[in-house]
């Protein structure tokens, strides 16, 4: 089945400091990403919808200039998560849309620690 | 907007019996999809079932079907002989059709434990 890999699955950082996180589709050409945020014990919250050789599609409240998304391949997309704080802890999901359009895959997830 | 509500923040179930997790949702779509997701602790999203708004019929994965109320908008979930592997957190979602951007719209969760 189609796979989506995201690194790292881990990722400690300091304060002040930007993170990048990377969701790749292994198998499939991956016209659409999201970013979903995920804080403990509560459901994953859509943060950006991104789509190949465009401008990402963030959700209200979300911080654009904060949370760079960059989806240049349609196997690749990134999170950049710019002078990090510690209220930005948090666990980070990608999911990629297939080309043909009718199956969603999502990634292993990256839990962000900013100290 | 779409909405997606799931009433029971925890539920437990004896292993081998029979559970049933609840969903509604609000939309003024015709057509969409709707899902349940499992999330076990290794935090991996693992698609359970998944129902075509057009379908009549209920969807069904071996041990896993649904009850799918249109005109009601809800959307339970039974899990039959429960085994101590479902244990996790389950996720009723919504998303418009396909070709209208595949965004998902998660409920707040569902605990279960499965108990031996």
């Known amino acids: 089945g189609a796979v989506v890999s995201q690194h790292p699955s881990r990722v400690i950082c300091k304060s002040g400091t930007s993170v990048k996180i990377e969701c790749r589709s292994l198998?499939?050409?991956?016209?659409?990403m999201f970013w979903y945020r995920q804080f403990p014990k509560q459901s994953l919250m859509l943060m950006a919808t991104?789509?190949?050789?465009?401008?990402?599609?963030?959700e209200q409240g979300v911080e654009k200039d904060k949370f760079l998304i960059n989806h240049a391949s349609l196997t690749l997309s990134t999170l950049t998560v710019t002078s990090a704080h510690p209220e930005d802890s948090s666990f980070y999901i990608c999911?990629?849309?297939?080309?043909?359009?009718?199956?969603?895959?999502f990634g292993s997830g990256t839990q962000l620690s900013v100290l | 907007a779409q909405t997606v509500t799931q009433s029971q923040p925890e539920m437990s179930v004896q292993e081998a019996e029979t559970v049933t997790l609840s969903c509604t949702y609000d939309t003024s779509e015709n057509n969409y999809y709707l899902f349940w997701y499992k999330q076990p602790p290794s935090r991996q999203m693992i698609l359970v079932i998944r129902?075509?708004?057009?379908?009549?019929q209920n969807a069904t994965e071996n041990r896993f079907s649904v009850n799918f109320q249109k005109a009601a908008k809800s959307f339970s979930l039974k899990i039959s002989d429960s085994q101590l592997g479902d244990t996790a957190m389950y996720f009723c979602?919504?998303?418009?059709?396909?070709?209208?951007?595949?965004?998902?719209?998660f409920g707040q969760g569902t605990e279960l434990s499965v108990k031996p």
């Open positions: 999911s990629a849309l297939g080309a043909a359009g009718e199956k969603l895959f």
């Open positions: 129902q075509e708004a057009y379908k009549q």
């Open positions: 979602a919504f998303m418009k059709e396909y070709n209208q951007g595949g965004k998902l719209i």
């Open positions: 991104s789509n190949e050789g465009s401008k990402a599609t963030y």
């Open positions: 198998d499939f050409q991956a016209t659409t």
